[in-house]
C-alpha cells in the first residue's frame, strides 16, 4: 500500500499536474484559525506543510518569520501544535501532513516522543531545516520506521556527489531549494535553469518524487507544471499578514488564493 | 568526556565537529553546507601553511600591534590585598578589543577565496567595528548585522563602523539583540554565500567558524605565556586567569597556551553576565544551568523554554547579552578544566568604579564581570597568586550607558 504522501503524488501525476503543497505556521494567527486555513485550503492542496514556528531561524524570510512571531506571541506551545494536526486529520478531506521546523523543537522533545507523537497525530512527513545530510542519518532511519517520511532537501550548491548519497538515503518524497535564498525571495534564477537542475535530481533518482519550494508564488507557479510537486508558503504567510491588516478574513482569503495556485497548474 | 593533550582544543572535534561527542556540529540548511566545507577545506590547509602564517603574524604584528600590554595593578593590588592583580590589556590592540583577531584572519581567507564581500554579526559593536576595519584594510566591501537595541546603545561602535565604509543593517525582529544578528546575518549567507564570506563575531556557530576564531584569538596566550616569562622566569606555580564570557572568543583565545597544564596551576575562571540583580533573566548559560540545545548552527548550553525556544537575555553588556555559549566552553566546563561563575550588571558596574579609581585603566563593561569576580576572590588568595585579568574592551563605546548609571564623571572626555 502506497504511504499517504506518495499516493498525493500519484493522484496530482493521475491529472496530470504538479502536486500542490501548502505552508503554513502552526497557530498563525491562532491555534483555531490555522486549523479553520488548513481545513479550507485542503480543498485544493494535495498536501499540506505545517510550520513549527522558532524563534531563531536560519533560513526563513521575513513573511514567515513575521507568522512564526505571531503565533509563538500567542503562546503556542508544541504540543498545541500536534492537537492541531489531529484535529485537522479528523475532518473530512484531511490530506497529508508534514511538518517543517528546526531540530532544537524535535531535541528538546526527545526524537523518539517526538516521532511517536507525530505517528499519534497523523503527521505524515518531516522536513527539518538545520539537520542535513550526514547528519540526518540516524533521525532519518528511526522516522522510517515510524513510516514518517523524512523529506531531504537538495540546493543549488549540492553537488553531484553528495547529491547521489543524499537521494540514496531519502525516503519517497525530495525537496529541491530553487535558489540560494532564504523562503521568501524572490525568483532570481530563470525557471529554465531550476528545471534544469530539477532533471538533474530526477535524472539521479527517477522514482523519488521531488518537489521544487523557494520563490514559488502565483506569478511563477506556471512556469514549472511539468514537475512532481511544487512549495508555496511565503505568499500564504504574507496574504494571512495583510488580511489581518486589512481586517478581513485570512480563511477566506488564503483559501481562495490557494484555489487560483491550484488552477494555475491543472 | 576528556580534554586531550597535546592537540589543540579547536581540533579535539570528532568527524561531524562535535566536542566531547555533543558539542558544537554544523546544524545548517543545506545550502550552507559547501560553502562551509570549502571553508573547512581552506582552514585546514592554511592554518598549517608557512606563509599564510607569516602573513597573519605581519597584519597580527604591524597592523593590529601586537603584543599587548601585560601589566601589574599596583594600586588595585594594594587596595584587594591579597593576590597580585595584574591585567593583560588586549584592549591596546588596533580597534579596542580582541575581535580585531578573528576578523583580520576572516578577511585575509575571504581574500584567498576570492570573495569581495564579507558579512559579520555583532551585538557590543567590536565584532562588526572591526570586521569593518579589516574589510576596509584589505578591500571588502562589508556588511554588518546588528540589533535595533545594540545600535541605539553602542552608537560610538556604529559610528566607526559606518566611517570604515560598512553598511549597518539593523535587525528588528525578536529581542533585537546579538542572537537576531547572528540569525539574520546566517540569513543573508544563505542567500548570498556564492559571493559573500561570513565572519561569525565570536566562538559560536558551525564548528568551523568555532575553529577559526579560536584560532584567531589565541594570540592573546601566546603573547601571554611569553610576557610571564620574562616576568616571573617562569609559568607561575599559582596562576588564575579570569575572562568573562558571552560567545567565549576572548576567554578562549586567553586560556588557549595553557590548556595543557594542570589546572591546580593554571585556573581558568569564566565570568558570565549575571544580568540584573533584580532581573530573572540573564546571559549565563553555564553558570546557572541551562539545558543543551542547538543555537545558530551549534549544539550549546542555551537559555531556552521547554519547547526549545531560545528565551530573550538580559545584560548591561552587549557584548555578553547572547543566551547560548561556545561549544568549545561547553566542552571545557563538562571536562572541569575551566570554571564558570556570574556577575550581575550591578557588581560589573562597581567593579568598572573600582578599577577606574585606583588603576589608569577603563575595562568595557564585559571584562568589569570578570574584574568584578577576580576582585573579590583575588582578596582570598596569597601573595604568590598571580590573578590575571584579561581586560579584553574598552569603555569607550559604553560612555552612554556609564553616563546614565553613575554620572558625568566616570566618563572621561576622550
Same mark, same amino acid.
Not at chain 1, 502565483?218 to 504574507?238: A, H, M, P, R, W
Not at chain 2, 579560536?214 to 611569553?226: A, D, F, H, N, P
Given at each position: 500500500m502506497l504511504n499517504p504522501i506518495s499516493l498525493a /503524488?500519484?493522484?496530482?501525476?493521475?491529472?496530470?499536474?504538479?502536486?500542490?503543497?501548502?505552508?503554513?505556521?502552526?497557530?498563525?494567527?491562532? =491555534?483555531?484559525?490555522?486549523?479553520? !486555513?488548513?481545513?479550507?485550503?485542503?480543498?485544493?492542496?494535495?498536501?499540506?506543510? $505545517?510550520?513549527? &514556528?522558532?524563534?531563531?531561524?536560519?533560513?526563513?524570510?521575513?513573511?514567515?518569520?513575521?507568522s512564526a512571531y505571531r503565533s509563538i506571541k500567542n503562546g503556542i506551545k508544541m504540543n498545541d501544535i500536534f492537537k492541531i494536526v489531529s484535529d485537522f486529520k479528523k475532518s473530512k478531506n484531511s490530506k497529508p501532513v508534514i511538518f517543517m521546523g528546526y531540530y532544537n523543537m524535535i531535541f528538546q522533545y526527545g526524537e523518539n516522543n517526538f516521532l511517536k507523537k507525530c505517528k499519534k497525530s497523523g503527521v505524515n512527513g518531516l522536513i527539518v531545516v538545520d539537520l542535513?545530510?550526514?547528519?540526518?542519518? %540516524?533521525?532519518?532511519?528511526?522516522?522510517?520506521?515510524?513510516?514518517?517520511? #523524512?523529506?531531504?532537501?537538495?540546493?543549488?550548491?549540492?553537488?553531484?556527489?553528495?547529491?547521489?548519497?543524499?537521494?540514496?538515503?531519502?525516503?519517497?518524497?525530495?525537496?529541491?531549494?530553487?535558489?540560494?535564498?532564504?523562503?521568501?525571495?524572490?525568483?532570481?534564477?530563470?525557471?529554465?535553469k531550476i528545471l534544469a537542475n530539477y532533471n538533474r535530481i530526477k535524472k539521479i533518482s527517477p522514482k523519488k518524487n521531488c518537489v521544487i519550494?523557494?520563490? !514559488?508564488?502565483?506569478?511563477?507557479?506556471?512556469?514549472?507544471?511539468?514537475?512532481?510537486?511544487? +512549495?508555496?508558503?511565503?505568499?500564504?504567510?504574507?496574504?494571512?499578514?495583510?488580511?489581518?491588516?486589512?481586517?478581513?478574513?485570512?480563511?477566506?482569503?488564503?483559501?481562495?488564493? +490557494?484555489?487560483?495556485?491550484?488552477?494555475? %497548474?491543472? | 568526556m576528556k580534554l586531550k593533550k597535546g592537540i589543540p582544543v579547536i581540533d579535539q572535534g570528532d568527524r561531524l565537529g562535535f566536542w566531547g561527542g555533543k558539542f558544537g556540529g554544523n546544524f545548517v540548511p543545506e545550502t550552507l553546507k559547501k560553502p562551509i566545507e570549502d571553508l573547512e577545506i581552506q582552514f585546514n590547509k592554511l592554518k598549517n601553511d608557512r606563509n599564510f602564517i607569516k602573513e597573519r603574524?605581519?597584519? #597580527?604584528?604591524?597592523?593590529?600591534?601586537?603584543?599587548?600590554?601585560?601589566i601589574k595593578l599596583n594600586n588595585l593590588t594594594k587596595h584587594v590585598g591579597g593576590a597580585q592583580i595584574w591585567s593583560k590589556v588586549v584592549s591596546?590592540?588596533?580597534?579596542?578589543?580582541?575581535?580585531?583577531?578573528?576578523?583580520? $584572519?576572516?578577511?585575509?581567507?575571504?581574500?584567498?577565496?576570492?570573495?569581495?564581500?564579507?558579512?559579520?554579526?555583532?551585538?557590543?559593536?567590536?565584532?562588526?567595528?572591526?570586521?569593518? @576595519?579589516?574589510?576596509?584594510?584589505?578591500?571588502?566591501?562589508?556588511?554588518? #548585522? @546588528? *540589533?535595533?537595541?545594540?545600535?541605539?546603545?553602542?552608537?560610538?561602535?556604529v559610528k566607526a563602523m559606518k566611517k570604515n565604509g560598512a553598511d549597518v543593517i539593523p535587525v528588528y525582529s525578536g529581542s533585537q539583540t546579538l542572537v537576531d544578528a547572528v540569525s539574520e546575518c546566517m540569513r543573508f549567507w544563505v542567500a548570498n554565500c556564492d559571493t559573500t564570506a561570513m565572519c561569525v563575531g565570536s566562538t559560536v556557530g558551525p564548528a568551523i567558524f568555532v575553529?577559526?576564531?579560536?584560532?584567531?584569538?589565541?594570540?592573546?596566550?601566546?603573547?601571554?605565556? +611569553?610576557?610571564?616569562?620574562?616576568? /616571573?622566569?617562569?609559568?607561575? =606555580? =599559582?596562576?588564575?586567569?579570569?575572562?568573562?564570557?558571552?560567545? *567565549?572568543?576572548?576567554? /578562549?583565545?586567553?586560556?588557549?597556551? #595553557?590548556?595543557?597544564?594542570? =589546572?591546580?596551576? $593554571?585556573?581558568? %575562571?569564566? +565570568?558570565?553576565? *549575571?544580568? &540584573?540583580?533584580?532581573?530573572?533573566?540573564?546571559?549565563?548559560?553555564?553558570?546557572?544551568?541551562?539545558?543543551?540545545? %542547538?543555537?545558530?548552527?551549534?549544539?550549546?548550553? $542555551?537559555?531556552?523554554?521547554?519547547?526549545?525556544?531560545?528565551?530573550?537575555?538580559?545584560s548591561i553588556s552587549a557584548g555578553l547579552d547572547y543566551p547560548g555559549i561556545s561549544p568549545l566552553h561547553c566542552f571545557l566546563k563538562d571536562t572541569k578544566r575551566a570554571r564558570y561563575t556570574a556577575a550581575s550588571d550591578e557588581e560589573a558596574l562597581k567593579a568598572y568604579q573600582i578599577v577606574t579609581k585606583y588603576e589608569n585603566l577603563r575595562p568595557s563593561l564585559e571584562p568589569s564581570h570578570a574584574f568584578s569576580v577576580a576582585i573579590k576572590e583575588a582578596k582570598k588568595l596569597s601573595k604568590n597568586t598571580i590573578v590575571v585579568i584579561n581586560s579584553c574592551g574598552d569603555a569607550y563605546k559604553d560612555r552612554g550607558i556609564l553616563e546614565k548609571k553613575l554620572g558625568k564623571k566616570y566618563v572621561k572626555s576622550n
Open positions: /503524488f500519484k493522484k496530482a501525476k493521475n491529472e496530470k499536474r504538479p502536486a500542490l503543497l501548502t505552508y503554513t505556521v502552526a497557530g498563525d494567527s491562532s =491555534k483555531k484559525q490555522s486549523l479553520e !486555513i488548513l481545513k479550507a485550503i485542503s480543498n485544493y492542496a494535495d498536501i499540506l506543510e $505545517v510550520g513549527i &514556528p522558532h524563534n531563531t531561524p536560519v533560513a526563513d524570510g521575513g513573511q514567515i518569520q513575521t542535513p545530510w550526514p547528519e540526518n542519518k %540516524i533521525f532519518s532511519k528511526k522516522c522510517k520506521k515510524n513510516s514518517i517520511n #523524512f523529506i531531504q532537501l537538495l540546493s543549488p550548491t549540492t553537488s553531484n556527489k553528495r547529491l547521489k548519497s543524499i537521494t540514496k538515503d531519502s525516503h519517497d518524497m525530495i525537496y529541491y531549494i530553487s535558489m540560494l535564498s532564504t523562503t521568501g525571495g524572490k525568483l532570481k534564477v530563470s525557471p529554465k519550494g523557494f520563490g !514559488i508564488t502565483e506569478k511563477t507557479i506556471s512556469n514549472f507544471k511539468n514537475t512532481d510537486g511544487l +512549495v508555496v508558503g511565503s505568499q500564504i504567510c504574507k496574504e494571512i499578514t495583510r488580511s489581518l491588516n486589512n481586517r478581513q478574513n485570512p480563511v477566506i482569503n488564503v483559501s481562495k488564493m +490557494v484555489s487560483k495556485l491550484r488552477k494555475k %497548474i491543472s | 603574524d605581519e597584519y #597580527f604584528k604591524n597592523w593590529i600591534g601586537t603584543p599587548t600590554r601585560f591596546d590592540a588596533n580597534g579596542g578589543a580582541h575581535k580585531i583577531y578573528n576578523a583580520t $584572519v576572516h578577511c585575509l581567507l575571504a581574500k584567498r577565496s576570492g570573495k569581495k564581500v564579507i558579512i559579520g554579526d555583532t551585538g557590543a559593536g567590536y565584532a562588526g567595528k572591526m570586521l569593518s @576595519m579589516a574589510a576596509k584594510k584589505f578591500g571588502l566591501k562589508c556588511k554588518i #548585522f @546588528m *540589533g535595533a537595541k545594540d545600535i541605539k546603545r553602542q552608537q560610538p561602535n575553529r577559526i576564531c579560536g584560532w584567531s584569538t589565541s594570540q592573546i596566550s601566546r603573547e601571554l605565556k +611569553v610576557q610571564l616569562i620574562n616576568e /616571573f622566569g617562569e609559568v607561575p =606555580k =599559582k596562576l588564575k586567569l579570569y575572562n568573562c564570557v558571552g560567545g *567565549g572568543s576572548s576567554s /578562549f583565545g586567553f586560556w588557549n597556551e #595553557f590548556m595543557d597544564y594542570d =589546572k591546580k596551576q $593554571v585556573e581558568f %575562571i569564566g +565570568v558570565e553576565a *549575571g544580568g &540584573p540583580s533584580k532581573s530573572k533573566r540573564h546571559a549565563a548559560p553555564l553558570t546557572y544551568g541551562s539545558k543543551i540545545g %542547538i543555537l545558530h548552527g551549534a549544539a550549546q548550553y $542555551v537559555n531556552q523554554n521547554s519547547d526549545g525556544q531560545i528565551e530573550e537575555t538580559e
